[in-house]
Structures are given as structure tokens and as C-alpha cells.
């Protein structure tokens, strides 16, 4: 679910970036050549946005497994310990 909510988001982050660029060469009051050079800054800019994004979003996981690589481990001690009980009766 959580893939699904950020995958529309880079969706939408997409086409805004699209929307924007064609809606600023329709009214960019500048030439050519500065119009290029600002897409292509805007466009290092989007790709950065997600680059860092994107490490968030994997060191989340990373944590994420973590949890559940040590919560996993306490619930088998557990079971382990137990069992060595109900051994014993």
C-alpha cells in the first residue's frame, strides 16, 4: 500500500514537472537557450528530489526489516524457552 501512495506521488511530481515545462516555454518571456538551460536545471532538480527520496525511502525499509529481523528473533526465544518448559513437565 505504501508502494502504491508513492508511486502516485512520483506520478503526479512527473507530470507537474512536465505541465510546468511546456506551460513555461508557451509564456517564457526568455530565449531559447535561457528556456533550455532552466528545463534542464528544473529537470536536474526533479531527479535529485527523487534520487533523495528514494534513499529515504530504502533506508526506511532497511529499518523496517530490522525491526522485524529483531522482533522475529525475541518471538523464536521465546518459543525456544517454552518449549524447554513444557519439556520439563
Do not use: C, H, W
Amino acid at each position: 500500500m505504501a508502494s502504491d501512495n508513492l508511486g502516485t506521488k512520483v506520478t503526479f511530481l512527473l507530470a507537474g514537472i512536465g505541465i510546468g515545462a511546456v506551460i513555461a516555454l508557451l509564456f517564457a518571456p526568455r530565449s531559447g537557450e535561457e528556456t533550455r538551460e532552466l528545463i534542464g536545471k528544473k529537470a536536474g532538480e526533479g531527479r535529485d528530489y527523487i534520487a533523495d527520496k528514494t534513499r529515504e525511502l530504502r533506508q526506511q525499509a532497511e529499518d523496517y526489516v530490522e525491526k522485524g529481523r529483531k522482533k522475529a528473533e525475541r518471538i523464536a526465544e521465546a518459543g525456544r524457552t517454552f518449549a524447554e518448559k513444557v519439556a520439563v513437565i
